[in-house]
């Protein structure tokens, strides 16, 4: 299952040719290809970030509610079962 996934991988680096030979081909273009690479990594750590973020505030308060319960004493009841209609 991993197999095609990899031989797709490698027309995908391809994708940036023209960005990189507009970057290579000029002078300023060489002088500012370290802050275009930092460009990317930002953009690609940006989501993780955002998301990452937003699950953190999400899991503290669901253990913020969880030791609030606890320390209430307060216990949930169990659920009963449907009954069934037969």
Do not use: K, W
Request: hydrophobic share 50%; glycine share 6%; net charge positive.
């Amino acid at each position: 299952m991993l197999v095609p996934l990899a031989l797709a991988a490698s027309p995908a680096l391809a994708q940036c040719a023209m960005c990189q030979t507009a970057l290579l081909n000029s002078q300023e273009g060489r002088g500012i290809s370290a802050e275009f690479n930092y460009a990317i990594l930002v953009m690609l750590f940006a989501p993780y970030a955002v998301f990452g973020s937003i699950g953190l505030v999400l899991l503290r308060h669901r253990i913020g509610a969880a030791l609030r319960r606890a320390l209430s004493g307060h216990t949930p009841r169990p659920v009963r079962p449907a009954l069934r209609a037969d």
